[in-house]
């Protein structure tokens, strides 16, 4: 069975920085690429980011584009989402999603999702 | 960037009754166009792929149709827990969404 945890959320101010992680399991991680999707409080969904299965191709999102860092350790089932200069607009659930195949960008597998708080 | 546009914002229906959804996209993404559910506190679930491919373990209420720009998710009969939002989405883009509730 295919797992996604996510973990890292929290109440962070503005300015400050969080590191989200996602522990995958139950299928070969390294062989599939991996995303960020967020959803701020009663709205719709936003992709944030993008990786492949071999770290080679990466996108952001472009409100996301220079704060936010994408990156995965294959030989920990490890996706990470590393945000710096959170903004207000940054408060969402956080996401982490398994796309299809190695470089697919269809999103076949949720995680629950981490909730952030970018707050003073 | 392509925009999605997803219509009605709000599509209020009795369970039994067939929902027509629809998603249009700025300009042509081939069959490259994929459907999400997501109920109340709840992850989204893939149900539709490449246009008109249901997921694994969706059932067969479930259809998607379209190509080019224009696109529809059509429920055959509601059933109750198939109230909820839904979403199309293509590559980096998704649509604003459909909320499905009881009538």
């Known amino acids: 069975e295919v797992q996604l945890v996510e973990s890292g959320g929290g109440l962070v101010q503005p300015g400050g920085s969080l590191r989200l992680s996602c522990a995958a399991s139950?299928?070969?991680?390294?062989?599939?690429?991996m995303n960020w999707v967020r959803q701020a409080p009663g709205k719709g969904l936003e992709w944030v980011s993008y990786?492949?299965?071999?770290?080679?191709?990466?996108y952001y999102a472009d409100s996301v584009k220079g704060r936010f860092t994408i990156s995965r350790d294959n030989a920990k089932n490890s996706l990470y989402l590393q945000m710096n200069s959170l903004r207000d607009e940054d408060t969402a659930v956080y996401y982490c999603?398994?796309?299809?195949?190695?470089?697919?960008?269809?999103?076949?597998?949720w995680g629950q999702g981490t909730l952030v708080t970018v707050s003073s | 960037e392509i925009v999605l546009t997803q219509s009605p914002a709000t599509l209020s229906l009795s369970p039994g009754e067939r929902a027509t959804l629809s998603c249009r996209a700025s300009q042509s993404v081939s069959s490259y166009l994929a459907w999400y559910q997501q109920k109340p506190g709840q992850a989204p679930r893939l149900l539709i792929y490449?246009?008109?491919n249901r997921a694994t373990g969706i059932p067969a209420r479930f259809s998607g149709s379209g190509s080019g720009t224009d696109f529809t998710l059509t429920i055959s009969s509601l059933e109750p827990e198939d109230f909820a939002v839904y979403y199309c989405?293509?590559?980096?883009?998704f649509g604003p969404g459909t909320k499905v509730d009881i009538k």
């Open positions: 990786i492949s299965s071999s770290s080679s191709t990466i």
């Open positions: 490449d246009a008109s």
């Open positions: 139950g299928f070969t991680f390294s062989s599939y690429s």
């Open positions: 989405q293509q590559r980096k883009v």
């Open positions: 999603a398994r796309g299809a195949y190695s470089s697919s960008s269809l999103i076949v597998y």
